[in-house]
Each structure stands twice: as C-alpha cells, then as structure tokens.
C-alpha cells in the first residue's frame, strides 16, 4: 500500500472517528457538554471545537488559504454539538478530499502555513501526520471526558478491519462511502 493510500485511510478513519464522538454527544444535555472536566481543555465543548478551530487552520493551509491564526479568534465558535457536528463533518470532507488528491509523487509537496509570526514550509506528507495526531490526542481526551457523563463513549480504537466491514456500513453509508471506496483494491 502506498503512502498516499495509507494518509487517505487516515483522513477517512479520522472522519469516521468523528462521526461516532459526535453522535455519542448529541445524547449530551447541553449542561454536560459544557460541564467543567479534566482534559487540556476544560469541557467536551472546548476540546471538540479546538480540534474543529485546529482542522480550520490546518486544511486551510493545506488547500493553499492563508487563514492563519485567524482559525482560532474565536476558540469555540460551535456552542452545542448540533452547531459543531456538520463543521467537523465539513473539515472531515475537505480533509479527505485533499488527500484523495494526493499520489506519492505529490507527499513531498510544500505547504505553507501562516503562523503568528512566520510562514512554516512543511512536506505535505509530514503535515498530514501532525494533523491526525492531533486529532487522536484530542479525540481521545474527549472520548476520557465522556466517560464521566451519562453517555457511554463510542468505541474509537478501531481501524477499518476487514472481518468488521458489517459492523460500520450504516456510518460508511451516512459517510458517502462503501468498503470499496475505502479500499477499493486493497480489500
């Protein structure tokens, strides 16, 4: 498997990932979704619209913008999850559809992302590894989060096993996608 296909199973697994969180926290009243928690950031809310502020920033760049820090003026744009759900989906879509644009030959390809005070150059490849990293670290700190509220989490620690194919076609089916536009050959 290449290295463009395997950051595109990336990009779709985190899409996936999200989806599950999300709809766990629609089950949330509004007052435990915002309730104060241990985490980095201080409530379910404030992780999961830092991880939809953070994909602004980055697909941004990533799609040539120059959005910068103006990403995160405002840390919590989305105040429930019904606001939140669709613009992480949104980031998810123009995340994935950025690496369905990628082959091998495009990994190594400069992004410039306009930070505070600099323009970073960084290899495509390398930046797409940042970025769902970042998402896992956060994700999971949200799934933590969860668990001390009256929502069971999701289960987020799979990864597209083919003997489970089943288990995700309804997801995959609200996703717009099919085993074989995942794997297509790589089943």
């Known amino acids: 498997m290449s ?34 928690r241990t985490g980095f950031f201080p ?10 502020v953070i994909d602004r920033f980055y697909v941004d760049a990533m799609e040539g913008g120059t959005l910068g820090p103006a990403a995160w003026a405002d ?7 019904a606001e939140l759900r669709p613009a992480q989906a949104e980031m998810d879509r123009r995340l994935v ?40 670290h956060h994700r999971g700190q949200a799934h933590a989060m969860l668990s001390g509220t009256s929502v069971k989490p999701p289960q987020l620690d799979e990864f597209f096993s083919r003997g489970e194919a089943r288990l ?18 790589f089943r």
């Open 3 to 36: 290295g463009a296909v395997l950051l595109l199973a990336q990009a779709r697994n985190n899409a996936w990932a999200n989806l599950r969180l999300h709809k766990a926290c629609e089950a949330l009243s509004q007052e435990e979704f915002e309730a104060p």
């Open 43 to 52: 409530s379910i809310r404030a992780t999961l619209n830092h991880i939809l």
């Open 75 to 81: 840390p919590e744009p989305c105040r429930t999850v």
């Open 97 to 136: 559809a950025f690496c369905e644009g990628l082959d091998d030959a495009s990994l190594g390809r400069i992004i410039r992302v306009n930070r505070i005070t600099r323009v970073q150059e960084e290899r495509a490849d390398r930046l797409l590894l940042h970025v769902f990293q970042h998402q896992v």
């Open 168 to 185: 995700r076609a309804a997801e995959f089916a609200k996703l717009g996608w099919t085993e074989d536009t995942v794997f297509g050959d």
